[in-house]
């Protein structure tokens, strides 16, 4: 079964400053997708960054970027010159073949 | 604003109650979504409808009846609840079941008493 894992509960960060949150998952498919949303406190999920599996090119989205190991399984995200608006819980989800598993989250604090 | 829109925003209902929590997506999309979120757990994905026709079904008690009349309404309906169901329950969509990056609506806050 596919699973995703994101090993820090919380993070936090100083305003203009860089985060990188982890995620690692597991699986058994050569194709795939993966995703990290936000859910700010107003709860309304968005997503900010999609990586698909066949691309070696990691995705960016202005300040979000991702480090995809594909070999080691990670999808790590980086939020550069953070901002308060960035506050917010992170999640990393893995889809595959209609599948659609997500990580448990991290809540990211920035401080001014 | 994503364009999935869900009724009613909160929900308190007691034990013995039947409700209905309602999703509605303006975005075009042929699959949607229930999932249960709960207070440190995982988001739970219990639905999936894919062109009308219900797709996956992750072993949810009968009590969540789920119903998709079109692709754009998609409604959970509740009762005999427990306790133990209070949680913020979203709506997504998506272009279609397999590949593509879910949308999500602001969720109802549901508490059974």
């Known amino acids: 079964a596919q699973t995703v894992t994101q090993s820090q509960p919380e993070m936090s960060v100083q305003e203009a400053e860089t985060v990188t949150l982890s995620c690692t998952y597991d699986t058994s498919e050569s194709d795939y997708y993966l995703f990290w949303y936000k859910q700010p406190p107003s709860r309304q999920m968005i997503l900010v960054i999609r990586?698909?599996?066949?691309?070696?090119q990691n995705a960016t989205e202005n300040r979000f970027s991702v480090n995809f190991q594909k070999a080691a399984k990670s999808f790590s995200l980086k939020i550069s010159d953070s901002q308060l608006g960035d506050a917010a819980m992170y999640f990393c989800a893995y889809r595959s073949r209609g599948y659609m598993r997500f990580g448990a989250g991290t809540r990211l604090t920035v401080k001014p | 604003e994503t364009g999935v829109t869900q009724t009613p925003r909160h929900l308190v209902m007691g034990m013995t109650n039947k409700k209905s929590l309602k999703c509605e997506q303006h975005?075009?999309?042929?699959?949607m979504y229930w999932y249960k979120q709960s207070a440190k757990k995982p988001l739970e994905l219990m639905f999936v409808?894919?062109?009308?026709?219900?797709?996956e079904n992750n072993s949810v008690p009968s009590r969540f009846s789920p119903e998709c009349p079109n692709s754009s309404h998609l409604f959970l309906h509740l009762h005999t609840l427990q306790p133990e169901d209070s949680a913020l329950y979203l709506c997504?969509?998506?272009?279609?079941?397999?590949?593509?990056?879910?949308?999500f609506g602001p969720g109802t806050r549901l508490t059974v008493t």
């Open positions: 990586q698909e599996a066949y691309k070696q």
């Open positions: 409808y894919n062109f009308k026709e219900q797709t």
């Open positions: 975005l075009g999309h042929n699959a």
């Open positions: 997504a969509s998506s272009q279609d079941a397999h590949t593509y990056e879910q949308y």
